[in-house]
């Protein structure tokens, strides 16, 4: 007994001292997110239907986001510089990732300026690279279920609409640009892609998430909702992980993006950001996130009539599930996920969230938990893969709404007219439940609004 808890003291010594020197497990080094208490007041900002108009918008954020960045964080940027700490500047949300340990962070902490300082770290890297994931489902011969099931393929034929004109932003762990079905629908230019992580110039992935999700939104030869769309990228994912420095990252980007190498600050182009984000990630507190973190970016993004679209999370069937960041922001449009019996899936995350609000707003297919249930979309290196999760359900509803801008584009940047139609056009979908007792308040906290309708989300847009 006294040398097993000798053995058990000494492991114990040993966990503490990793933890506190390397850091969590699969992550290292010491990285801090500090948020300032000001941010960017975005009231009353230039209105104006169509492309013009969240064009105009788009801009006038930019300016004011940057204008107050600026002003606020240059003392703090003196005082690193002098002090020989790395650091990276953020507008998004008014912040900064700075270099430093414990010490550091009991600094800022007890700055002025500082609301609160979240532990950003990076992955730690494995010996030898990971190869990409490959998929081994076969190439689709038409129309994938899922995109039948929610009507996108009667929007092609018999309505003449397939997303063309409009631009869809992918936040993932990156895209395989040369993927048959994705490469002629990226917008190209030098800045529509922007790697944070590994600083690629063009579009890749080895992770394959991104590209699934990337797919199943904009996708040709019948995996995407709106193949006529065109996508830019951004990789804010490795191994499935990230932090909340490339989140902000990433979602900075899509508000102006810039091109490679260049100044987010000074070299941002809002008149080139895409109109609608699908997010099929969330931000755990293992990840360093808490719930307020990304809640400026979204709302900067929502301001600027830029469709923030995101995942649910697949932590269902918990009532209160949906709780990392973003996906329960009430200017995010939340996605569940249903099988293909149109019932909610277990895995699917439910409302209603910390602050009260009901989640998910809509549901839409995302495979299920038996074989040859997944939604198939491509996979790095050419082939299809078969994956189930919110992650694929996401972008089916990011796709629903290219339809319906590409079909009105004075409908461009309209989000509550937008949101409206996709609630006031979904069909039923069964919720599905934990236990006899555990309701989570109602079954839109399960279902959202119902199943996305493409075809009749797309008529009352046109309408």
Known sequence: RRVATVAAAALLVAVGVVAVGAGQPGLHGERLLVVLREQADLGGLPTGPGRAGRDARAGEVYRRLVATADRT?????????????????????????????????????????VARVLVSQRLRPLPAPAGPSRGSAPAPSGPEWNVRMIGADRVWSQLGVDGSGIVVGSSDSGVDGGHPALAEGF???DDSWYDPWDGTRTPTDQGGHGTHTVGSAVGRRGIGVAPGARWVGCVNLDRNLGSPAYYLECLQFMLAPF???????????????????????????????DPRVLRPATAALDAAGILVVAAAGNTGPYCGSIDDPPAPYPDVLTVGAVDRQRRV???SSRGPTPDGVGKPDVVAPGGGMAPGDGVVSAMPGG?????????????????????????????????????????????????????????CGGDTNITGAGLVDAYAAVRAARG
């Open 73 to 113: 964080q240059s003392d703090l940027r003196r005082d690193l510089r002098r002090l020989r700490l790395g650091h990276t500047s953020y507008y998004l949300v008014n912040a900064m990732e700075v270099s430093g340990g414990p010490g550091v962070r009991a600094w800022l902490s007890r700055r002025p300026e």
């Open 187 to 189: 917008r190209g230019g």
């Open 259 to 289: 091109p490679a190498g260049g100044d987010p600050f000074t070299d941002g182009r809002p008149q080139r950001a895409p109109e609608i984000l699908t997010n099929s990630w969330g931000c755990p507190s293992i990840e360093g996130c």
């Open 345 to 347: 899936t277990s895995f």
């Open 383 to 439: 082939g299809y893969g078969a994956l189930s999760g919110t992650s694929m359900a996401t972008p089916q509803v990011a796709g629903v709404v290219a339809l319906m801008w590409s079909a009105n584009p004075a409908l461009v940047g309209d989000l509550p007219r937008t949101r409206q139609i996709l609630r006031d056009t979904a069909t039923p979908a069964a919720a599905t439940y934990r236990s006899r007792t555990e309701t």
